[in-house]
Nanobody
Framework: QVQLVESGGGLVQPGGSLRLSCPASGFTLDYYAIGWFRQAPGKEREGVSCISSSNNSTYYADSVKGRFTISRDKAKNTVYLQMNSLKPEDKGVYYC????????????????WGQGTQVTVSS
């Protein structure tokens, strides 16, 4: 059974950091790209970052470049999203999702999604 279960969200002050985790089960990350998306209230779900299956290439939305870092631990079959210098506009529910075979920051051909983890950035 394919599952993605996000964790690590929470409330943080502007300028703070969080690390989101996306452990995968039922499949190996060796063959799939994993994307992170977020959805703010009343807005469309948008792509934040993606890590490829083959060569660990990484991709970022312009709004998070230089602040967020995506990584993968093959031994734990887990993808992480390190979020630094958080801003109020980073608030939303963050989802990880699986795609074969390549990365895409648009919501195209992602077949499994996690349930999401809430990130709130507020003083």
């Amino acid at each position: 059974q394919v599952q993605l279960v996000e964790s690590g969200g929470g409330l943080v002050q502007p300028g703070g950091s969080l690390r989101l985790s996306c452990p995968a089960s039922g499949f190996t990350l060796d063959y799939y790209a994993i994307g992170w998306f977020r959805q703010a209230p009343g807005k469309e779900r948008e792509g934040v970052s993606c890590i490829s299956s083959s060569n660990n290439s990484t991709y970022y939305a312009d709004s998070v470049k230089g602040r967020f870092t995506i990584s993968r631990d093959k031994a734990k079959n887990t993808v992480y999203l390190q979020m630094n210098s958080l801003k109020p506009e980073d608030k939303g529910v963050y989802y990880c999702a699986r795609r074969w075979p390549f990365c895409q920051l648009k919501r195209i051909n992602y077949d499994y999604w996690g349930q999401g983890t809430q990130v709130t950035v507020s003083s």
